[in-house]
């Protein structure tokens, strides 16, 4: 069959709202997009890890504490069904790993800012995984399979994820006057990096027209951007807290929020690897990889073992 009608009826199929699965015939565009997409998802995930890993030992309780490594380990858990998910479109685990190692792959720009108090955990589990599970609410839409099937057990997870941060906050601000300034404090500074999180303005998205036209991506990140604040600002005001933004504001002509322009060009810096924390997480995720290559070198020697005696 030439290429024309086989994108004839690849194009059908995503407008009929069939998935794409690994076998079918794809054009090069889309299994290159989906890829640098995923792997930077998977990379996000594992990253993640890092903020809130850092605090497993600080934890002001043991209930506290179980809950976080549990939350920890999901990322964990995400990671590992992206990756599988970009190598059933070719991508090598290997190379992936070595883009995020070597500073060439990006991960989610929220994780280059650092975590300073316990209020912090909270503000994650709310604001940034409240972010992430809007975006990959919309992806469980995506016109790729395993990219959807994964986005519906992630989103599970992330629902979790976001309810135990929102405990956290909402714990804290019936607490003491300090620890209610905390958690003031901690959705001060980490409401313009979640909303940094939906990726830059329409005008600026360099995939947005392929990806939505392949439905890649099924909203915008503006349209993202809206109902993730549509959704928090009734939480922020429920938990008597302040607005992170003295602009912030509903508009009943447009039936959006207005906001204070988000600093894109702190946004952008941050992506190139300029970030407050892109070198220590770097630092640390290279330090994890190589602590773990016995880990991968056991597990390798008994899967070669199990399999020649299978044999
Ligand atoms: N950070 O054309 P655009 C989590 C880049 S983690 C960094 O609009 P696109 C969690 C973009 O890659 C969940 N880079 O891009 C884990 C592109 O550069 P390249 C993370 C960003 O792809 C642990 C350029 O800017 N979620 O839940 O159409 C603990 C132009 O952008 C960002 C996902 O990864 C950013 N925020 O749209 C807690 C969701 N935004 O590649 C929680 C999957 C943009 O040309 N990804 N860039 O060099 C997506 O939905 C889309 O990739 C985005 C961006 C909406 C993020």
């Known amino acids: 069959m030439d290429v024309s009608k086989e994108l004839e009826i690849f194009e059908e199929k995503i407008q009929k709202g069939e998935k794409i699965e690994p076998k079918d015939w794809m054009p090069d565009e889309y299994r290159k997009n989906l890829i640098r997409m995923i792997s930077q998802h998977a990379h996000s995930e594992i990253v993640g890890m890092l903020p809130e890993g850092n605090w497993i030992t600080r934890a002001p309780s043991l209930r506290r504490k179980l809950i976080l490594i549990a939350k920890v380990q999901d990322e964990g858990g995400h990671g590992l069904y992206l990756y599988n998910t970009a190598e059933t479109l070719g991508a090598r685990r ?22 300073l108090t316990w209020a912090d955990m909270g503000a994650i589990g709310w604001l940034v995984d409240g972010a992430a599970m809007t975006n990959q609410v919309s992806l469980m839409r995506t016109s790729y399979g395993p990219y959807s099937r994964s986005m519906i057990r992630i989103c599970k997870e992330e629902a979790f994820h976001n309810r135990q941060g929102y405990e956290i906050i909402a714990t804290w601000c019936n607490g003491t006057e300090e620890q209610k300034q905390m958690a003031q404090d901690a959705l001060d500074r980490w409401w313009e990096p979640a909303l940094m999180m939906f990726g830059p303005e329409d005008k600026d998205s360099t995939h947005s027209a392929q990806s939505l036209k392949w439905k890649i991506k099924v909203e915008g990140n503006e349209e993202l951007r809206q109902r993730f604040i549509a959704m928090t600002v009734p939480q922020i005001e429920a938990r008597g807290l302040r607005l992170p933004d003295p602009n912030l504001k509903y508009n009943p002509e447009t039936k959006k929020y207005d906001y204070s322009r988000i600093n894109w060009e702190e946004f952008f810096n941050v992506i190139k690897g300029n970030g407050f924390m892109n070198r220590e997480r770097l630092r640390d995720r290279n330090k994890a990889h190589n602590e773990g290559l016995w880990v991968r070198e056991a597990a390798e020697a008994y899967s070669k073992k199990h399999s020649s005696n299978n044999k």
């Open 94 to 115: 290997e190379d992936m790993i070595e883009a995020l190692h070597t500073g060439k792959a990006k991960y989610a720009s929220i994780f280059n800012y650092p975590s």
